[in-house]
């Protein structure tokens, strides 16, 4: 009989087990998965951490994961600082576009301000704080060379 079971990290064998099979399967439709977890640090002079922005990319996206400005530097700029740093990072690198969720209690109008397209909402019925906002934002008419394997 098959069993599942919970757990909080792969090891490593499954995890590599499962990322070679799947950058395979990927591989065979012309796919590239482009995997890449990155984070970006916002310091000041003394090396203080104001803020980080999480993110990977994947295929042909940038998707940020979360977001964090330190409580005391809130309401700065540092986070349109942290946006401005991804997008200028990926811009001209043949990536389609940077998405994102945040949910209702956190930053919904900040994105907007930011210049990302909400795309759609899902209602919590039960918490209205925790209906979550699908943003994106897409990098104009640039050729998008990322999430595809050469021919040969």
């Known amino acids: ?19 070679n099979d799947l950058v395979k399967y990927e591989a065979s439709h012309g796919i590239d998965v482009n995997y890449k977890r990155f984070a970006l640090v916002l310091s ?6 104001l803020g980080v922005l999480n993110a990977f990319t994947a295929f042909a996206e940038i998707y940020i994961d979360d977001m964090w400005i330190d409580n005391h530097h809130r309401g700065k700029g540092y986070g349109r600082q942290l946006i401005q740093a ?3 990072h990926f811009k001209g690198k ?6 994102l969720v945040t949910n ?3 930053a919904p109008e900040f994105y907007k301000k930011c210049d990302f397209e909400l795309e759609f909402i899902r209602k919590n019925i039960k918490n209205p704080k925790l209906t979550k906002f699908f943003f994106i934002k897409y990098f104009g008419d640039e050729k998008q ?6 021919k040969t």
Do not use: A
């Open 94 to 99: 043949g990536f389609n576009n940077i998405n």
């Open 44 to 49: 000041d002079e003394q090396n203080n951490t």
């Open 86 to 88: 991804l997008e200028d």
């Open 145 to 150: 060379t990322q999430g595809i394997l050469p």
């Open 1 to 19: 009989m098959n069993t599942i079971k919970f757990v909080d990290t792969l090891c490593e064998p499954i995890e590599e087990q499962m990322r």
């Open 104 to 106: 209702q209690f956190q």
